[in-house]
């Protein structure tokens, strides 16, 4: 069910489905921040229904590792179905896939990627820890009751968990370069794993040592990891900066920065998880699932606005700057002589002239209503950087 939404709302944000947008940039934040969104929600329901599976399987190795086996079939079969409806309803139209469909079908695909990748890695360290500790872990991860994990059970996963840090450099030599979607599956999920091995390690090692259940180890807990991802990315970003490194290195690197982000946020999601649960088994105002379903949607609107309005834009500036520069590139040749735009004239008028800066190129007289508020966003906003590099200067 998450995954059709994902597709659907993914689709209509991208203007394959619907009015097109006007501005691209704000379409491919809103893509970003709809794919992250429901990408996470898609890849924990997943989470936690193989974890359910795999809980019916005979509990021994061989058994347990089937799970993940039989998880990425049929994810495998479900994206194919996905790719293929993707692209039937992208061609309806004109026979062809014009630049928003493509943004919906890239985006529909590193969201695919990242709920299977995130798949696989919960159930391989389910067995991971199934091997350590001789007990299977409940469907989401929880210890399940009776366990009692000792620190040198915690001390074993977390040097699991370097190993599969190892095996990111290896599988990218491993794997070839003509099976580029594939490789980036295996050294994803083999990154998760290093995240999904810390992270439980550092939960037995909490409330076995320290004796803090509930949501002061979550809250304790989630600050120790924040604290340990965020030495270690400062870490590997010195490495990357040293001039000793070659760009293979740095990638690899690099590579491991995305499990640490979902180290830190899954540890934060334990402690959100057990906050709301000491406080509807407290205050009783309606079922325990409808408390939290209501504290999960406030969250929501105070959280989501500011992290797409804010911190989104920030963290994609090069990609949006990027995308900037080619929208521009490509107006400008279309204004170029036999390019179909015919002599090319000042893009932006001087001193408000034209409307404030709309567009006065001859080119744009045959160009729809939406390409023009498009390219006049774009090249208002481009107006801007400049202005800005001229004051830093």
Request: net charge neutral.
């Amino acid at each position: 069910g998450w995954y059709v939404v994902l597709q659907v709302a993914l689709a209509i944000v991208s203007g394959a489905v619907g009015s097109a947008p006007v501005d691209k940039v704000t379409t491919v934040l809103n893509l970003k921040c709809f794919a992250v969104l429901l990408g996470v929600t898609t890849g924990a329901s997943n989470l936690n229904l193989w974890g359910l599976i795999q809980q019916q399987v005979p509990h021994t190795v061989p058994w347990l590792l089937s799970t993940p086996l039989l998880s990425l079939t049929c994810l495998y079969v479900l994206f194919k179905i996905g790719d293929f409806v993707r692209d039937r309803v992208s061609k309806e139209d004109d026979g062809s896939t014009d630049d928003y469909e493509k943004l919906w079908d890239r985006f529909a695909e590193e969201t695919e990627d990242g709920a299977l990748c995130m798949t696989l890695s919960h159930l391989i360290v389910q067995v991971t820890r199934f091997h350590i500790t001789g007990k299977l872990p409940l469907p989401g991860g929880q210890v399940p009751p009776g366990a009692v994990p000792t620190s040198g059970h915690a001390w074993a996963l977390f040097f699991c968990g370097i190993g599969y840090a190892a095996l990111i450099p290896i599988m990218d030599v491993v794997i070839p370069k003509r099976m580029p979607r594939r490789k980036g599956w295996v050294k994803k999920t083999v990154g998760n794993c290093m995240s999904f091995s810390w992270l439980y390690a550092f939960t037995w090692a909490i409330q076995g040592s320290l004796k803090m259940p509930g949501p002061p180890g979550a809250m304790l807990q989630a600050l120790l990891v924040t604290l340990f991802a965020f030495m270690l990315i400062f870490i590997l970003d010195k490495i990357v900066d040293l001039p000793c490194t070659g760009e293979a290195t740095d990638r690899e690197v690099r590579a491991l920065v995305a499990p640490l982000s979902l180290l830190i946020g899954f540890a934060w999601k334990q402690a959100f998880v057990g906050a709301i649960t000491a406080i509807t088994g407290q205050v009783h105002l309606s079922t325990p699932h409808v408390e939290t379903l209501c504290m999960a949607i406030v969250l929501a609107l105070v959280v989501v606005p500011a992290w797409r309005l804010y911190i989104l834009p920030v963290v994609m500036n090069e990609e949006v700057k990027k995308l900037e520069r080619k929208e521009l590139a490509t107006y400008e040749q279309h204004q170029q002589p036999g390019g179909g735009g015919g002599k090319v004239e000042p893009l932006l008028a001087a001193g408000g002239a034209n409307g404030g800066g709309k567009l006065t190129d001859a080119g744009a007289a045959g160009a729809s209503p939406e390409d023009l508020a498009r390219r006049n966003a774009q090249l208002l906003r481009r107006n801007a950087d400049l202005e800005a590099s001229i004051r830093d200067i």
